[in-house]
């Protein structure tokens, strides 16, 4: 069996769902009680776990657990202002991985994966550069991303004692932004809730309205497709020998400019062909950031397989088919908690 914390996220839905496909035992967990009403309803087995609560642990299996996947976690994203505590990222986050930890340790299970941001590495971003993990850390602490950063910096560094110390396996993948049908319809930028980039070029395309684009179109960014992103969870459960830091990125930057061009080609429809209309004296707040995932490739034996295009034509085969629509749900009734 394989325990998965954060289930009802984005990358956990998507996950559960490729595990189970495979032949997979899998326990989903997660803090919310919509994602037991999601899972139940599929006849997978879930319980309602809060990481901070260590008696919240109790109730889970302390025999027959292959593996943890650990992708519970408070970001920036799922926070509104109101909402917003400091001290929270280091419960969550920090204090949280710890008791995911010790149930690692006392119910001898070998095996964690931890996911986290690639935010750490802010100050290494230089375009055209890809950052390796032996790069280290440089975190910006200034910006809306600082107590996320510092707190999920924190728990890797949790992860790399429980293996120095405990000879747990412990895995941690560094991840860019994950593309996926589901969570970028609405985020929270600034503790305010905006309508994503991706979400307005995609919307504009499917009605065929003009898109604008502002500033310097030609810088990019490496990005992933959610699929991609499980096969390396897949990848890396298979593994004996993987352990510590992975890049699990495409290796690549897309501009925005071929990020429009593409989403126009793949979304519009009869209706006509939206015009792009290039802005340079204004400018956006796109950060562009590469990063080197030549170590996953080698020791995971994982390669990305979607291009930017193969993944908006299977985006948009997920957003008709409607599988994930939960995942809309769930950032529906988040956004109202503002």
Known sequence: MIVIFGASGFIGTYLVDRLIKDGRSVLAADIDNM?????????????????TKKDDFKTLPADGVEAIIHLAAMQPANVSVANYDPSKYIEVNVSGTINVLEYCR??????????????NTQGLWR?????????????????????????ESAAQDCVEHYREKYGLQGIVFR???????????????????????FQIFVESAIAGKPIEVWGDCDQGRDIIYIKDVTEAFVQALKSSDAAGLYNITSGRAVTLR????TIVKVFCRSNGESEIIYKPEKPNSL???LY??????KELDWS?????????????????????????????RLLEQK
């Open 127 to 151: 375009y055209g550069k890809p950052v390796r993990e032996e790069d280290g850390r440089s975190i910006k602490y200034d910006g809306e991303y600082a107590m996320f950063s510092i707190s």
């Open 304 to 332: 990305p397989r979607y291009s930017f295009a193969d993944m908006l034509f299977d985006y948009k085969q997920e957003m008709e088919s409607g599988e994930f629509s939960f995942l809309l749900e769930k950032r529906r």
């Open 287 to 289: 950060e562009s950031f």
């Open 106 to 119: 006392k119910a001898k299970i070998n095996k964690v994966i931890y996911a986290s941001s690639h935010r």
């Open 175 to 197: 991840l860019p932004p994950v593309y996926g049908y589901g969570p970028h319809t609405e985020i929270f930028w600034h503790g305010k809730p905006i309508k994503t980039g």
């Open 258 to 261: 071929e990020e429009v061009e």
């Open 292 to 297: 080197d995932n030549s170590k996953a490739r």
């Open 35 to 51: 994602g037991k009403e999601y899972y139940e309803e599929k006849g997978i087995s879930y319980v309602k776990t809060d990481i």
